[in-house]
């Protein structure tokens, strides 16, 4: 099983829609979790970290937590063609290192 | 955020040549900083961590003689691909820890074609 395991893409949504991404760790200890936005040929972008149970809203972004479900999500409201991009799930591993899944790519159709 | 810059940004080299990238801290004084490698189309792996001062923690599979690491300085850690080979070929990015609770800040990442 994989440390930090992401749905699958490409996804693919029309412009002003919810996108939604998923995320799902192996490590039950784990405390801290962030998305990344990374573009084509750039590197990642801190975009949410999350600590606590429930929602955590910062612009069109909304990050929810369930320690329970080892699950993390990652909502984008009204998208737009600038978010097309690959979003990386991360979290933190029993030390101070972080565990990235493969990401999912986000292609927001105008 | 912590502000990290890289440098090349891109370099092509020959076959058995050595590389130098340094990766800088602009903002903080990073006592840690970490390497990652990026093949196309695959997420981040985890190369090593470089402490300031001491030797650097390679994770499993990576070759320490190889991507040889150095932080002398808060603010600078480079990393050097020995004897490159097209293998070697990838997007290299370093990054720092914030003073957030584990978060990470990337630099712009160095592309490397090893021909």
């Known amino acids: 099983q994989k440390e930090v395991e992401q749905n699958s893409g490409p996804l693919s949504v029309p412009e002003g829609a919810i996108a939604s991404l998923n995320c799902t760790y192996s490590d039950r200890g784990s405390q801290s979790f962030f998305w990344y936005r990374q573009y084509s040929g750039k590197s990642p972008e801190l975009i949410m970290s999350i600590y606590s149970n429930g929602d955590k809203e910062d612009g069109r972004f909304t990050a929810q937590l369930n320690k329970a479900s080892q699950y993390v999500s990652l909502l984008i409201r009204d998208s737009q063609p600038s978010d097309s991009a690959t979003y990386l799930c991360?979290?933190?591993?029993?030390?101070?290192?972080?565990?990235f899944g493969a990401g999912t790519t986000v292609t927001v159709r105008a | 955020g912590a502000v990290v810059s890289q440098h090349p940004s891109r370099v092509i080299c020959k076959s058995g040549t050595s590389v130098k990238i340094e990766c800088r801290s602009l903002?903080?004084?990073?006592?840690?900083m970490f390497w990652y490698r990026q093949f196309p189309k695959q997420s981040l792996m985890l190369m090593a961590t470089s402490n300031e001062g001491s030797k650097a923690t390679y994770e499993q599979g990576v070759e320490k003689d190889k991507f040889l690491i150095n932080h002398a300085s808060l603010t600078l850690s480079t990393l050097t691909v020995t004897s490159a080979h097209p293998e070697d070929s990838s997007f290299y990015i370093c990054s720092e820890r914030g003073t957030g609770q584990y978060e990470q800040f990337f630099g712009p990442g160095t592309r490397l074609t090893v021909l």
């Open positions: 991360a979290v933190n591993r029993n030390d101070y290192k972080l565990s």
């Open positions: 903002d903080f004084q990073a006592t840690t």
